[in-house]
């Protein structure tokens, strides 16, 4: 083990999901197996550390000074949806569902790990409904204590504006019944249900 080599491996050992193993598997891999592809991944690195930022209206990440979807003058609904970060946001525009606007937190609020309002994307957010940009808002918070908190908060921060407020509904997941659900989503289930007839 020299020096450099440690120094590589101790920074991976920061990224998330890499132990000390794949640490040392992928410093070995560039160094040892791939050498050729190194300096690509360094310009990667380089190129996306200089460019890309957040989105001045919505904090998505963007390499303009607005995202895509905030760019987009047909995804201005008045819709936004509240997301706690960037990998969410993907995943509601995989599904394709909704076509109005995002609003990114960069995380929930919570007290145990020392996460305050002034530490998210909160003030842009209710920045946005007063501004009148923002006509509703679809909370899509995890379903958890501290996502809870995030919305107590947004709501009580949102009394005077009259703007609708609706949480996503939390259910079985597709191709799933009851009998494999946790004690959480039945509840969740429960509590979401919507009528029938
Ligand atoms: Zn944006």
Redesign the pocket.
């Given at each position: 083990m020299t020096p450099a080599l440690e120094a590589l491996q101790k920074q991976l050992k920061q990224l998330p999901g890499v132990g000390y193993r794949s640490a040392e598997r992928i410093a070995l891999h560039l160094l040892v197996e791939k050498p050729g592809k190194l300096p690509e991944l360094v310009n990667a690195l380089q190129a996306a550390a200089k460019s890309v930022r957040r989105?001045v209206?919505?904090?998505?990440l963007?390499e303009e000074e607005?995202?895509p979807?905030?760019a987009d003058e047909r995804r201005r609904t008045g819709q936004v949806c509240v997301v706690e970060n960037v990998q969410d946001l993907a995943a509601l525009e995989r599904s394709g569902a909704f076509r109005g606007?995002?609003h990114v937190l960069h995380g929930k609020l919570s007290p145990i790990r020392g996460v305050a309002p002034e530490d998210l994307n909160l003030a842009a957010l209710l920045q946005r409904v007063e501004s009148g940009e923002a006509t509703e808002l679809i909370l899509a918070l995890s379903n958890d204590v501290e996502g809870e908190a995030t919305c107590h908060y947004l709501l009580d921060r949102l009394p005077k504006t009259g703007v609708p407020v609706t949480r996503i509904g939390f259910g079985l997941p597709s191709g799933s019944g009851v009998l494999y659900a946790d004690a959480v989503t039945l509840k969740s289930a429960l509590e979401g249900r919507r009528t029938y007839s």
């Open positions: 989105c209206v919505c904090g998505n963007s607005q995202c979807i905030c606007r995002y």
